[in-house]
Nanobody
Framework: QVQLVESGGGSVQAGGSLRLSCVGS?????????MAWYREDLGKEREGVAI???????TYADSVKGRFTISQDDAKNTLYLQMNSLKPEDTAMYYC???????????????????WGQGTQVTVSS
C-alpha cells in the first residue's frame, strides 16, 4: 500500500517562507508518477497548487506563480513545495497526491489521484 506523509507545515507571518515535504513509501519515484500539491481551507473546495507530470513538466496555480516551487528528489522519494512570500490567503491544509496509472490524466485540478497524504497545516498571519 502506497503511503504519503507530509511535513513542514507551521505558523508564519506574512512574507515568510516554509518548505513542505512529502515522503512516499512502498514505491519509488523512478516509476514516474504524477505528483501534486493541493490545499484546502475551511469552507472552501480543495484546490490544486502545483503539479509535476511524469515528464517533469511543472504547472502552478495562478495564485502561487512566482512564489511557490515544486520539486522532487527521486533518491529520497520526496516531493517538496518551497513557499516564499507567504500571504494570509495561503492559509490552508496542504496535501500531496500521487498517481501511477499510465493512463491517468495528469493535470492541476484533477481530484482523481489514487493516493493522498494526511495533510500538513499552514497558517499565515498578517
Amino acid at each position: 500500500q502506497v503511503q504519503l506523509v507530509e511535513s513542514g507545515g507551521g505558523s508564519v507571518q506574512a512574507g515568510g517562507s516554509l518548505r513542505l515535504s512529502c515522503v512516499g513509501s512502498s514505491y519509488t519515484f523512478y516509476s514516474s508518477p504524477c505528483m501534486a500539491w493541493y490545499r484546502e481551507d475551511l469552507g472552501k473546495e480543495r484546490e490544486g497548487v502545483a503539479i509535476i507530470d511524469r515528464h517533469g513538466h511543472m504547472t502552478y496555480a495562478d495564485s502561487v506563480k512566482g512564489r511557490f516551487t515544486i520539486s522532487q528528489d527521486d533518491a529520497k522519494n520526496t516531493l517538496y513545495l518551497q513557499m516564499n512570500s507567504l500571504k494570509p490567503e495561503d492559509t490552508a491544509m496542504y496535501y500531496c497526491a500521487a498517481d501511477f496509472r499510465s493512463w491517468f490524466d495528469c493535470y492541476l485540478g484533477s481530484h482523481s489521484f489514487s493516493y493522498w497524504g494526511q495533510g500538513t497545516q499552514v497558517t499565515v498571519s498578517s
